[in-house]
């Protein structure tokens, strides 16, 4: 008896609010796109032998990238249709050239289904020509009349909302499609009703209230939250910096993001953000990825002039690449001038924007050293940082 799984991932809903433009199938939550998470969910079964995915033809790419480096029983991708209905069709008849005897059809936007959920629908395909994973309906339903009022309550009793993955005997279910495909009927929005309009047995089992459909933009938040629940607890990183540029012929300084006029400039190879430098540093520190000399070479004449906030962009990136928050960043500049004060507002909104966090996680604080050692001689400026990220655990 083989069993195989058929990924429904070729619909264009694209992920409401964000900025990536990706179809949502290809949208990131934690790490990893929705599409490898369902995939693996089934890869990893010990009941499932092949596992074929449906694409959007305009989407090999974004597949291809989802799928780097999946082991397991994965076939090429299908191409599918106009319609879900379609798509799931061709699906069918692209493992009809060695057909399985079972087949669990499943839709990308479920990446949390678990192998206990597949594993109760491939056990109820031994009884039924098919089963869905499905969950009694909890709330009270109500029927809406005219102008957004209720017009009544819909009996719940014996009510259940439907999931994937839907199993079936796989030649029962191709040819219901192909009957449906025949006779023109496009308006089925699952496969089990398809099943039921062919007159065949489908069991509900068990579904599971983790096994959400992502489809708005604050089902990929609550989608988040899950993960990292999964994850148990986010772990606070903390990462310090330090750096120190001398002073030179010049007519301003950059500190923080902000340009100060100043009766000399700084020197360094990049636009010599003291502050910034020793901020891309604690987000580095923070998880242990090096420091800006080894992601920025300054004898790489790319960065010659470079606005510093690229640093501090980069390093961010790399948090949240991770999957990690940063929770705060503090920045003390040490010098007898520049005056800092008038100027620390500012700093602070500008490296807010570079980090995408609330201006209220960043500070910036400045100190002379009483005339003391090279900032007291005015020689130079430095600056010290630290960044707190929280990482989740399963980071390592
Ligand atoms: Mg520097």
């Given at each position: 008896?083989?069993?195989?799984?058929?990924?429904?991932?070729?619909?264009?809903?694209?992920?409401?609010?964000?900025?990536?433009?990706?179809?949502?199938?290809?949208?990131?939550?934690?790490?990893?796109?929705?599409?490898?998470?369902?995939?693996?969910?089934?890869?990893?079964?010990?009941?499932?032998?092949?596992?074929?995915?449906?694409?959007?033809?305009?989407?090999?790419?974004?597949?291809?990238?989802?799928?780097?480096?999946?082991?397991?029983?994965?076939?090429?991708?299908?191409?599918?249709?106009q319609?879900?209905?379609?798509?799931?069709?061709?699906?069918?008849?692209?493992?009809a050239?060695?057909?399985?005897?079972?087949?669990?059809?499943?839709?990308?936007?479920?990446?949390?289904?678990?192998?206990?959920?597949?594993?109760?629908?491939?056990?109820?395909?031994g009884?039924?020509?098919?089963?869905?994973a499905?969950?009694?309906?909890?709330?009270?339903?109500?029927?809406?009349?005219?102008?957004?009022?209720?017009?009544?309550?819909?009996?719940?009793?014996?009510?259940?909302?439907?999931?994937?993955?839907?199993?079936?005997?796989?030649?029962?279910?191709?040819?219901?499609?192909?009957?449906?495909?025949?006779e023109?009927?496009?308006?089925?929005?699952?496969?089990?009703?398809?099943?039921?309009?062919a007159?065949?047995?489908?069991?509900?089992?068990?579904?599971?209230?983790?096994?959400m459909?992502?489809?708005?933009?604050?089902?990929?938040?609550?989608?988040?939250?899950?993960?990292?629940?999964?994850?148990?607890l986010?772990?606070?990183?903390?990462?310090?910096?330090?750096?120190?540029?001398?002073?030179?012929?010049?007519?301003?300084?950059?500190?923080?993001?902000?340009r100060?006029?100043?009766?000399?400039?700084?020197?360094?190879?990049?636009?010599?953000?003291?502050?910034?430098?020793a901020?891309?540093?604690?987000?580095?520190?923070?998880?242990?990825?090096g420091?800006?000399?080894a992601?920025?070479?300054?004898?790489?004449?790319?960065?010659?002039?470079?606005?510093?906030?690229?640093?501090?962009?980069?390093?961010?990136?790399?948090?949240?690449?991770?999957?990690?928050?940063?929770?705060?960043?503090?920045?003390?500049?040490?010098?007898?001038?520049?005056?800092?004060?008038?100027?620390?507002?500012?700093?602070?909104?500008?490296?807010?924007?570079?980090?995408?966090?609330?201006?209220?996680?960043?500070?910036?604080?400045?100190?002379?050293?009483?005339?003391?050692g090279?900032?007291?001689?005015?020689?130079?400026?430095?600056?010290?940082?630290?960044?707190?990220?929280?990482?989740?655990?399963?980071?390592?």
């Open positions: 008896m083989t069993t195989a799984a058929l990924i429904v991932a070729a619909g264009r809903g694209s992920r409401a609010g964000k900025a990536d433009g990706l179809p949502k199938q290809y949208a990131r939550i934690g790490r990893k796109p929705l599409l490898s998470r369902a995939i693996t969910a089934f890869t990893a079964h010990p009941e499932v032998d092949v596992v074929a995915v449906v694409i959007h033809p305009d989407d090999a790419l974004h597949y291809r990238a989802a799928t780097e480096g999946t082991t397991g029983p994965l076939l090429a991708p299908v191409n599918g249709g319609t879900r209905q379609e798509s799931v069709r061709l699906g069918l008849e692209a493992l050239s060695s057909p399985p005897d079972k087949v669990l059809i499943h839709d990308a936007a479920r990446p949390f289904v678990d192998g206990d959920v597949i594993g109760r629908v491939i056990k109820a395909l009884e039924h020509a098919g089963a869905i499905a969950l009694p309906v909890t709330d009270t339903l109500k029927r809406a009349g005219a102008s957004g009022t209720i017009a009544g309550t819909v009996e719940r009793a014996g009510l259940w909302g439907a999931q994937t993955p839907q199993g079936f005997r796989f030649e029962a279910i191709l040819d219901a499609h192909r009957r449906a495909a025949r023109g009927r496009s308006d089925f929005t699952d496969d089990a009703s398809i099943a039921e309009w007159g065949l047995d489908v069991a509900l089992v068990e579904g599971s209230s983790r096994n459909k992502v489809t708005h933009a604050e089902d990929f938040a609550m989608a988040e939250r899950l993960l990292i629940s999964d994850s148990g986010l772990e606070p990183r903390v990462g310090t910096g330090f750096d120190v540029h001398r002073f030179g012929p010049g007519d301003h300084v950059w500190l923080g993001g902000v100060i006029a100043h009766s000399a400039g700084l020197v360094g190879h990049s636009d010599a953000d003291v502050a910034l430098h901020l891309t540093d604690a987000l580095l520190g923070a998880i242990g990825d420091d800006i000399g992601h920025f070479p300054p004898s790489d004449p790319k960065w010659k002039g470079a606005a510093s906030h690229v640093f501090v962009e980069d390093a961010a990136a790399r948090v949240a690449a991770r999957g990690g928050r940063i929770a705060n960043v503090d920045v003390t500049l040490l010098c007898e001038a520049p005056r800092i004060g008038p100027h620390r507002d500012a700093m602070r909104e500008a490296i807010a924007g570079m980090l995408a966090i609330d201006v209220s996680r960043v500070g910036v604080k400045a100190t002379t050293t009483e005339g003391l090279f900032t007291g001689r005015g020689e130079g400026i430095a600056a010290m940082a630290s960044a707190t990220v929280l990482l989740p655990i399963a980071a390592g």
